[in-house]
């Protein structure tokens, strides 16, 4: 029976396409919320009501998808909200398999990107017939009939049958909060989009008689009642109190357990109810041992569902303990237990990551979907007080038919026309393949086939080369075999000798050998990366150098030459530009780069025994 009393819709898209504006927009005008409720909500910090995470707030971007319910006359809506990014391409793939129909938003200007193709494969993969909302139709630049094109071609392209390329078509800005099916009649509110979910997505095809079957999705942990698993129930009800049987996705093995709680999406928040039917989405209390995958069945019933299946990562990054001379003077310095069991509490929620021990002791290898993946999981940890060093990411490669092979990304930038020729140029030499490149006005629109490898670094490179202008975006597209040498960092590294603080008289000095990373009166240490030489060398300098009293004075002694100021590496910047013998040094209050070895003998020692 179908179940015409609720629907279960995500809303997909590419980063920055507006999709967590528009929802927030559903949101208010879904007439569930005071305005005063909602401006309470947002705090003031983003403007955004379900980027709640601190970071999400701070990147612009959605990290985590998120539940809410709302009504729309006697339907209950489950609104799913999902990330962007490619690199958190593992909560798209597992929440599109809780929902019965989605919006897949796509920008009036920038048309179809690379996650734009990602999410479509996978919601084509999971059975849905996909709404199309082109966003930001008040964009001076929009081009609305040709992004229509677009997005059927992709259809095509993607295999979609005749009826799903047959898909409904609504115009939207997310940011003004209108919509409309028809771009003749002026848009005056959001209305279309809630006659759409009641009218476009199919309600959940369910049998309530049949055993419990509910599939974990995702889980969260409350210091109060512990672990909370969420999912849909696909078959059968699930009660409080009820005893179950859990069948683990990983070997198939059962273990039984009861349900301590039960909660429904009200809102954005949840609400604790006795009972949820087949084809809603829940939260479970008290199943502690529940991972995401495993499925919760009837007592004596159980009855495994499919297995959720997550593509593989592409990137491993090394964490080990921070060893530095500074290290506690920030923050707390983990230990090799506290690393791998910070690790391991990260494994239950973070389906795409992977983690395995080092050859060393201290060391642990994780893997990730991509820089950034990897990159929230680093600066989480540092905001709560860790302390901890990363190595250089290196991609995974695989063994295919004897062959090795690495993974090539699809990647696609928009630069002035004027930098076009700085962007290919980048690119080429990076072992990149051109496939489109097109002339939208004043900018150049290119697309191209490009080595995950060659991607690391590549962005600071190319914000330098067109002055900041360029818009980059890549998605994973498959493995081939493993071309020859990327060209690596051109320059050399000025380290520091001394363990000290440094001092604007050795700075000047040290001006003309190179671009200098700290300031006066900054706190270094021996092995440190303190600049970047002007050769390809690496050239071991004192920063620390004191200018030597005496009484005598000469005719230039008091003039003073102006220090040009530090280069300021952000977390993502430091961790594409170290090479493969350095380390980024992560606390809560600053991000250093390393020697692996900090002794200057022991790295001279390393490079023999390498050679």
Known sequence: MKRTDIRNVAVIAHVDHGKTTLVDQMLRQSGLFRSEELDKLVGGQHGLIMDSNDQERERGITILAKNCGIRIGDVKVNLIDTPGHADFGGEVERI?????????????????????????????????????????????????????????????????????????????????GIATTDMAVPPKDLKPLFDAILEKVPPPDVDQDAPLQMQVMALQYSEFVGKIAI???????????????????????????????LQEFERLARKEIEEVRAGDVCAVVGIDDAEIGDTICEFDKPSQLPALSIDEPTLDMVFRVNDS??????????????????????????????????????????????????????????????????????????????????????????????????????????????????????????????PARSLIGLRTRMLTATQGTAIMHHNFHEYRPIKAGIPGRAAGVLISSETAKATAYAIESLQERGSLFVAPMEPVYAGQLVGEHCRDNDLTVNVTREKALTNMRSAGADKVSPLKPPVDFSM???????????LVEITPDAIRMRKIYLREADRKKFDRHRN
Do not use: W
């Open 572 to 582: 993502e910047m430091a961790l594409e530009y170290i090479e493969d013998d350095e």
């Open 96 to 176: 599109l398999k809780m929902a019965d129909g989605a919006f897949v938003l796509v920008d009036a200007a920038e048309g179809p990107l690379p996650q734009t193709r990602f999410v479509l494969r996978k919601a084509f993969a999971c059975g849905l017939r996909p709404i199309v909302i082109i966003n930001k139709i008040d964009r001076p630049d929009a081009r609305i009939d040709e992004i229509h094109s677009q997005m059927f071609d992709l259809f095509i392209e993607l295999g979609a049958d005749e009826e799903t390329t047959n898909f409904p078509v609504i115009y939207a800005s997310g940011r003004a």
């Open 231 to 261: 999912g849909r129930v696909f078959a059968g009800k699930i009660r409080k109190n009820q005893k179950v049987t859990v069948v683990r996705q990983k070997d198939g093995t059962t273990f039984p357990d009861t349900v301590v709680q």
């Open 325 to 450: 001379p500074f290290a506690g003077q920030h923050g707390k310095p983990l230990t090799s237990r506290e690393l791998r069991d910070r690790l391991d509490k990260e494994l239950h929620h973070n389906v795409a990551l992977r983690v395995r021990p080092s050859d060393r002791e201290s060391e642990f290898i994780v893997s990730g979907r991509g820089l950034l993946h990897l990159g929230v999981l680093i600066e989480t940890m540092r905001r709560e007080g860790a302390e901890l060093a990363v190595g250089k990411p290196r991609v995974i490669t695989k063994e295919i038919d004897g062959k090795t092979n690495e993974p090539v990304e699809y990647l696609v930038v928009e630069a002035p026309n004027e930098h076009s020729n700085s962007v290919m140029r980048l690119v080429l030499e990076r072992y990149g393949e051109c496939q489109k490149m097109e002339n939208h006005g004043s900018s150049t629109h290119m697309e191209f086939y490009i």
